[in-house]
């Protein structure tokens, strides 16, 4: 079965980090570009970053540039989110998709995502 997991995820204190992982089954994510999304309670899905497969460029939102780093480990078939000085509106659950844009990620190919929560 192809399919992208994302874990990582957890409870964490303003200021504190978390690194996410998205590990690809049934496929090697060599070729593909990663991107990761969030979905924060009552707001629409957004992109966060994306890491290029052909030259490994990477992609911020103004939102989390300077504070989150992504990464790739072919090696291991996964696709990193290290996210330091986490913020309250950090809280989201968050996703990947072979994709840096939502608009290409088919409607049921998401997967269950991994929950974030920043609180004090």
């Known amino acids: 079965q192809v399919q992208l997991v994302e874990s990582g995820g957890g409870l964490v204190q303003p200021g504190g980090s978390l690194r996410l992982s998205c590990a690809a089954s049934?496929?090697?994510?060599?070729?593909?570009?990663i991107g990761w999304f969030r979905q924060a309670p009552g707001k629409e899905r957004e992109e966060v970053s994306c890491?290029?497969?052909?030259?490994?460029?990477?992609y911020y939102a103004d939102s989390v540039k300077g504070r989150f780093t992504i990464s790739r480990d072919n090696a291991k078939n996964t696709v990193f989110l290290q996210m330091n000085s986490l913020k309250f509106e950090d809280t989201a659950v968050y996703y990947c998709?072979?994709?840096?844009?939502?608009?290409?990620?088919?409607?049921?190919?998401w997967g269950r995502g991994t929950q974030v929560t920043v609180f004090s």
């Open positions: 049934g496929f090697t994510l060599d070729y593909d570009t």
């Open positions: 890491i290029s497969s052909s030259d490994g460029s990477t």
């Open positions: 998709a072979a994709s840096c844009f939502m608009i290409f990620v088919p409607a049921g190919s």
